[in-house]
């Protein structure tokens, strides 16, 4: 049961940085100066699930960690706005290549997970507690 609580934190965890990371990516998306030079860059977690045996059930669990957070390579959008601060002398600006409904439907996923994750270990937690009890009885 504690394996299974543990896996379900680590999913938690794994969520909460995906929500993090969407959300950083939303509120910049019209960020077209950062401190190191140019738009901001939209960033992305690569999670992957490290499977992990219960000794006591010999039971395979997936527990999900957060593998790196990268930068997307792709290039810039560019829009043509000469009264820009950020304009080029040709009147182009640089704008990070971020697509806002989809960060918003990826952010909603995340969010999901999140509550389904937080759900199931209060289950978990709630059947720990009526084991103890149902054992505390014999």
């Given at each position: 049961m504690y394996k299974a609580i543990e896996a379900l934190s680590s999913g938690l965890s794994v969520a909460r940085m995906r929500v993090n990371v969407l959300a950083s990516n939303i509120a910049n998306a019209e960020t077209t100066r950062t401190d190191e030079g140019g738009p901001y860059?939209?960033?992305?977690v690569v999670q992957v699930a490290q499977p992990f045996?219960?000794?006591?059930?010999?039971?395979?669990?997936?527990?999900?960690?957060?593998?790196?957070?990268?930068?997307?390579?792709?290039?810039?959008?560019?829009?043509?706005?000469?009264?820009?601060?950020?304009?080029?002398e040709d009147g182009y600006v640089?704008?990070?290549?971020i697509n806002v409904v989809a960060e918003m439907t990826e952010l909603m996923s995340?969010?999901?997970?999140?509550?389904?994750?937080?759900?199931?270990?209060?289950?978990?937690?709630e059947m720990a507690e009526k084991g103890a009890s149902i054992a505390g009885r014999f």
């Open positions: 860059k939209k960033r992305m045996t219960d000794v006591l059930d010999d039971v395979t669990l997936a527990k999900p960690e957060v593998k790196a957070v990268l930068e997307d390579t792709k290039a810039p959008k560019t829009v043509y706005q000469p009264g820009h601060p950020d304009a080029n640089e704008y990070p290549n995340a969010s999901r997970a999140y509550e389904a994750a937080t759900a199931a270990i209060r289950t978990a937690k």
